[in-house]
């Protein structure tokens, strides 16, 4: 007997040629390979369904099936995902990597199914850093500085912790604002701050590399449950799949990136002195990581160690 | 199934006379109940209607907040009294030309439509002061509708339109509101300049008087009486160009300048005045973010039935041409325009054309302008023509004699949006220009 | 007895709005004048517009329902003859009923079901907020097209109430 015909439908806000838009392409690919053509996936990009807020209800409801989305748009519903995104929670991408495909990133992808949420894959953001008409070298660069910064309480208290000041801007208007000395600054992964076109406003991009908040993949609980255990399985196979090719399309994206802004001017700035940032964000883990589990957490993520050899000399 | 579904209802709705609002929310309704196939999804898919609805898409973006803004001040500036010294200046200053009051019709709605946040309220001041003189002083009626109402829209491409926030909004953050203020500059000096030569020759074909010089005094009075208040465009300006604060923001700084103006310089704001003005923008505000907020729900269930990547894929087996694309992309604006408001029709169909027209070479910025001025077609444009109907119910005549003699106004109209369309320096040679100011 | 209840809720509904609209423009000014003087732009006053918004605009929907203030394609419904008209007229308030009743129902469950979350910014404020105005629009919908129901039986009209 033939399985029935299966179409999925999922939504990112990015544009097409954007890596978390490809490497959802890519799944949707290897499901229509591995079943024929009977499993497709079908992605609507450029937001066309609605914000990551507005998506992720979607998915929750079942009307949309799955989604990526930033973690930072599921801390609303399931507060233990704050973790991921804490600042200098992660010491390198690969630090990030080896925690979020381990025990930790299993731990928080959990903790979303009991709101309807099956997680499926986190893909990569980069690392975020801060952009500004100035070299930012160390905190006492940011103090009384206006930065735009996503409109949530963490990142809010993120920007104070630093001594700046958080500027409330809708995404749209911070080109402008750059521009016209509005804010002073913005934050964002090298590809966003080339996208958005801001380079062409401001020039320093300095590597405070500040947060790593990763990608999500997430499917809706009440679809999942109408498949059979092997579709789901294919369907997670697909999405782990899709992940290596993730990384390699941020990547290069990075890379092209990094190298237009370059070309047209902007500076990168490498030494900046980490520390002083890292160790002013106590306010924000005494703030966002209250509860037994996200202490936990983030102890086995800090635990983690990135280079694999390592590991067993600390055992 | 769903898109035949919401075609089919919102067409019947609408003839039924059913208010856009509700035809577009009971259609989406009835695209959902044809999509889900049993309560099971529909309940879901409502939920996800209401969620658009009052969601980032729809309603709750902050700067549609500029709207009820520029709503307000325009009403604080018609309670002030800033509309009766707006139409003296322009009287003094070409009320001695043939057709005089046209003439001064034209300048005044436009310099009041700079201030206003739309056309339909710019009518609404302005008509209401001129048409009635022009009748008195034997303009016909039909004239009198269709040099204000004309001149009314390019208020839709002066800083501080409704409609710029909506297209830059509807283009999902890709367009600079300061960029489509400056790019609308131009064509709106060009539109009037074709406002003038259409109320013009009109006039001298009817053989309508010229009234008389009043001299340079009475004119440079009436203009410094004026200037206060169309000194909001300039504060507008200079506020977001200067960082002071974001488009959004400098809604704000309007009202707050109209308040100054009518009740501390001119003292002619009574407290009843100030109170009817705020219920007038509370409801007007009512009116035009309810409609937003449906629209997104209309546009959710165009870009789940895939219409933009449909309609794409039509285009361009139509022609590879830009030229015709472009021309179609006019003609399908036009057709919509006379059926949709303004506001619908920015919010559905740009995500649909800008696409296909930034593939074929147009900037976002200046498919913006070619948006606009084809939405204000439909603005004078039966069945839903929103600022000609206020026209018509201010100069007591009907619809059908106002369009007897429409054409030379929608010439002048349609020649401004081919050349806006086919050359686009008209649009963008302000901005970048602007723009390379600000970066150097 | 049923139009004064109408008009006196559809009066006190533009006033709130109106109200709310005055606290959105200081939320505004604050925003500014917070950036210069105080050098803090509190990213709560954003929010705070954003949820009176709903509230002013969801408000003034329904009191425009009551004066028949949306714009709609009434040429068309000139044409038909009085008889007819009348009819249509009826079947139109019927339609509105449906969808204030759709916007009743959805706008109070979603209320509950965002009950537990909180609008970011805004640590006071439940999600759940946010949905009550389509609730409320929803139920003085249905009112106010009752009362006009009641007005074409009697052949009489409908006054607004203010302004
Ligand atoms: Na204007
Ligand atoms: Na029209």
Same mark, same amino acid.
């Given at each position: 007997a033939d399985a029935p015909k299966i179409e999925l439908r999922a939504s990112d806000v990015w544009d097409d040629d954007y890596p978390t838009v490809r490497a959802l392409r890519n799944m949707g690919e290897l499901l229509s390979q591995r079943t024929n053509g009977r499993i497709t996936l079908k992605v609507f990009s450029g937001g066309a369904l609605g914000s990551e807020k507005e998506t992720i209800e979607q998915v929750k409801g079942g009307t949309l099936d799955m989604v990526r989305v930033n973690i930072s748009a599921m801390n609303n519903t399931?507060?233990?995902?704050?973790?991921?995104?804490?600042?200098?929670?992660?010491?390198?991408?690969?630090?990030?990597?080896?925690?979020?495909?381990?025990?930790?990133?299993?731990?928080?992808?959990?903790?979303?199914?009991p709101q309807g949420y099956v997680g499926l894959a986190y893909y990569d953001s980069g690392a975020r850093s801060i952009y500004a008409k100035k070299p930012v070298r160390s905190l006492a660069d940011t103090k009384g500085m206006k930065i735009r910064v996503q409109p949530s309480d963490m990142w809010v208290s993120v920007a104070n912790a630093m001594g700046a000041n958080a500027t409330p801007l809708a995404f749209g208007e911070v080109y402008t604002a750059l521009k016209?000395?509005?804010?002073?600054?913005?934050?964002?992964?090298?590809?966003?701050?080339?996208?958005?076109?801001?380079?062409?406003?401001?020039?320093?991009?300095?590597?405070?590399?500040?947060?790593?908040?990763?990608?999500?993949?997430?499917?809706?609980?009440?679809?999942?449950?109408?498949?059979?255990?092997?579709?789901?399985?294919?369907?997670?196979?697909?999405?782990?799949?899709?992940?290596?090719?993730?990384?390699?399309?941020?990547?290069?994206?990075?890379?092209?990136?990094?190298?237009?802004?370059?070309?047209?001017?902007?500076?990168?700035?490498?030494?900046?002195?980490?520390?002083?940032?890292?160790?002013?964000?106590?306010?924000?883990?005494?703030?966002?990581?209250?509860?037994?589990?996200?202490?936990?957490?983030?102890?086995?993520?800090?635990?983690?160690?990135?280079?694999?050899?390592?590991?067993?000399?600390?055992? | 199934m769903a898109l035949t579904v919401l075609a089919i209802v919102f067409a019947l709705l609408l003839i039924l006379g059913v208010p856009v609002v509700f035809a577009i929310g009971l259609s989406s309704v009835a695209a959902f109940v044809a999509s889900s196939g049993g309560l099971d999804m529909l309940v879901p898919n409502l939920n996800t209607m209401f969620n658009t609805m009052i969601g980032d898409s729809g309603m709750n973006k902050l700067a549609f907040l500029a709207i009820p803004f520029f709503i307000f001040a325009g009403e604080l500036m018609i309670y002030g009294g800033m509309a009766d010294k707006i139409v003296n200046f322009a009287k003094a200053a070409v009320g001695h030309v043939r057709g005089g009051l046209g003439m001064s019709n034209v300048v005044a709605c436009t310099l009041f439509g700079g201030i206003s946040g739309s056309a339909v309220a710019d009518v609404s001041a302005m008509g209401s002061v001129l048409i009635p003189i022009m009748k008195k002083e034997g303009y016909d009626a039909d004239y009198a509708v269709n040099v204000t109402t004309h001149a009314a829209l390019v208020g839709v491409l002066t800083p501080t339109s409704l409609n710029i926030i909506l297209f830059t909004l509807a283009a999902g953050g890709k367009v600079s509101i300061l960029d489509m203020i400056y790019a609308g500059i131009i064509p709106a000096i060009l539109l009037t300049a074709c406002n003038l030569a259409a109320a013009y020759l009109v006039a001298r074909k009817r053989g309508y008087p010229r009234g008389e010089w009043p001299g340079w005094a009475i004119v440079a009075r009436s203009f410094a009486a004026a200037l206060p208040g169309l000194m909001v465009i300039v504060i507008i300006l200079f506020c977001i160009t200067a960082g002071i604060c974001t488009a959004t923001e400098s809604a704000s700084i309007a009202v707050v300048w109209a308040l100054f103006l009518s009740a501390v310089v001119y003292r002619s704001l009574t407290v009843e005045q100030f109170i009817a003005a705020c219920a007038?923008?509370?409801? $007007? &505000?009512?009116? *035009?973010?309810?409609? %937003? !907020?449906?629209?997104? +729900?209309?546009?959710?269930?165009?870009? #789940?039935?895939?219409?933009?990547?449909?309609?794409?894929?039509?285009?361009?087996?139509?022609?590879?041409?830009?030229?015709?694309?472009?021309?179609?992309?006019?003609?399908?604006?036009?057709?919509?325009?006379?059926?949709?408001?303004?506001?619908?029709?920015?919010?559905?169909?740009?995500?649909?054309?800008?696409?296909?027209?930034?593939?074929?070479?147009?900037?976002?910025?200046?498919?913006?302008?070619?948006?606009?001025?084809?939405?204000?077609?439909?603005?004078?444009?039966?069945?839903?023509? $929103? &600022?000609?109907? *206020?026209?018509?119910? %201010? !100069?007591?005549?009907? +619809?059908?004699?106002?369009?007897?003699? #429409?054409?030379?106004?929608y010439g002048s109209l349609t020649a401004t949006m081919m050349l806006i369309t086919y050359i686009p320096a008209l649009s963008m040679w302000l901005p970048n220009l602007v723009r390379s100011f600000a970066v150097g | 007895m049923y139009t004064r209840l109408c008009a006196t809720l559809s009066k006190l509904s533009l006033q709130l709005a109106a109200i709310g609209l005055m606290l959105i423009l200081l939320c505004m000014l604050y925003m500014v004048i917070g950036r210069y003087v105080f050098n803090d732009m509190p990213a709560w006053a954003e929010r705070l517009a954003l949820l009176l918004t709903l509230y002013v605009t969801l408000l003034s929907t329904a009191v425009s329902v009551r004066d028949a203030g949306h714009i709609g394609l009434e040429s068309?419904?000139?044409?038909?003859?009085?008889?007819?008209?009348?009819?249509?007229?009826?079947?139109?308030?019927?339609l509105l009923i449906v969808f204030g009743a759709l916007m009743l129902y959805f706008g109070t469950t979603l209320a509950i079901s965002y009950w537990g979350e909180t609008i970011p910014t805004l640590e006071w404020a439940p999600d759940g907020l946010r949905r009550i105005p389509v609730a409320l629009c929803g139920g003085l919908m249905i009112l106010f097209s009752i009362e006009h129901i009641i007005a074409l039986v009697k052949g009489t009209e409908v006054e607004p109430s203010w302004h």
């Open positions: 399931c507060p233990i995902t704050i973790v991921p995104a804490l600042p200098f929670l992660f010491r390198s991408v690969d630090h990030m990597h080896k925690a979020l495909d381990g025990a930790p990133g299993e731990e928080i992808l959990r903790s979303c199914e016209t000395g509005l804010t002073d600054a913005a934050e964002n992964n090298i590809p966003s701050y080339e996208g958005t076109k801001h380079y062409e406003v401001v020039k320093y991009y300095s590597k405070t590399e500040h947060s790593m908040a990763p990608e999500v993949v997430m499917f809706s609980a009440k679809k999942w449950a109408t498949l059979s255990k092997a579709d789901q399985a294919l369907i997670r196979e697909a999405a782990k799949s899709s992940v290596t090719q993730n990384r390699k399309y941020w990547s290069d994206r990075e890379a092209q990136s990094l190298a237009k802004v370059t070309a047209a001017g902007s500076v990168i700035v490498s030494d900046v002195d980490k520390k002083s940032f890292a160790d002013a964000m106590a306010p924000v883990y005494a703030k966002f990581v209250t509860t037994d589990q996200a202490k936990a957490l983030v102890k086995a993520i800090q635990d983690f160690k990135e280079a694999p050899a390592a590991a067993p000399a600390k055992k | 007038k923008a509370a409801k $007007t &505000t009512g009116t *035009v973010l309810t409609l %937003i !907020g449906i629209s997104a +729900v209309f546009g959710y269930l165009l870009a #789940i039935n895939e219409v933009p990547t449909m309609a794409g894929e039509w285009m361009s087996h139509i022609s590879t041409n830009p030229f015709v694309i472009f021309f179609l992309v006019n003609i399908i604006l036009f057709v919509l325009g006379t059926f949709l408001d303004m506001a619908p029709t920015i919010l559905i169909c740009t995500p649909i054309f800008m696409p296909i027209c930034a593939k074929f070479g147009m900037d976002p910025v200046q498919f913006g302008i070619v948006m606009l001025l084809n939405c204000a077609l439909g603005l004078n444009t039966p069945p839903v023509g $929103t &600022t000609q109907f *206020v026209g018509c119910a %201010i !100069g007591e005549i009907s +619809v059908g004699q106002v369009m007897k003699t #429409i054409l030379p106004f | 068309f419904l000139v044409l038909a003859p009085d008889w007819l008209r009348l009819k249509l007229e009826y079947v139109i308030h019927g």
